[in-house]
């Protein structure tokens, strides 16, 4: 089979419904609903955002997003590229000077870290 461009792909398979499969596909025990979060998405389709939702125990934090949202898209990217993937969580841990390491655990291996 001969070898697609992105952009091949991209006229042939028509993004939205694309996602919309993505959507449907993604099955993960503890997940109670994929949904597309089109706050997400850029005008051309380039990416999308599926938005998984789950059952929580301890209900919404004002100021965060419910769910996790995944990123697909139809951009080429270079692969075996070292890049720095910021985390908004740990920023936010650091600058509100917050303790975000798990401490004094009780470990049976000390010497593995095994707990």
Same mark, same amino acid.
């Given at each position: 089979?001969?070898?697609?461009?992105?952009?091949?792909?991209? %006229?042939?398979?028509?993004?939205?419904?694309?996602?919309?499969? *993505?959507? /449907?596909? #993604?099955?993960?025990? $503890?997940?109670?609903?994929?949904e597309?979060?089109?706050?997400?998405?850029?005008?051309?389709?380039?990416n999308?955002?599926?938005?998984? %939702?789950?059952?929580?125990?301890?209900?919404?934090?004002?100021? *965060?997003? /419910?769910? #996790?949202?995944?990123? $697909?898209?139809?951009?080429?990217?270079?692969?075996?590229?070292?890049?720095?993937?910021?985390?908004?969580?740990?920023?936010?841990?650091?600058?509100?000077?917050?303790?975000?390491?798990?401490?004094?655990?009780?470990?049976?291996?000390?010497?593995?870290?095994?707990?």
């Amino acid at each position: 089979m001969p070898t697609k461009t992105i952009e091949q792909l991209k %006229r042939r398979l028509r993004p939205g419904r694309v996602y919309r499969k *993505l959507r /449907d596909k #993604i099955k993960i025990p $503890g997940i109670a609903a994929v949904e597309r979060d089109t706050s997400y998405d850029d005008a051309a389709l380039r990416n999308a955002g599926p938005r998984l %939702r789950y059952e929580t125990k301890f209900g919404s934090n004002q100021g *965060l997003k /419910d769910g #996790i949202l995944l990123e $697909g898209g139809f951009e080429q990217t270079t692969p075996n590229t070292a890049v720095t993937i910021p985390s908004w969580v740990l920023q936010f841990a650091e600058n509100k000077q917050l303790q975000y390491r798990a401490l004094e655990i009780a470990c049976y291996n000390p010497q593995t870290h095994v707990c």
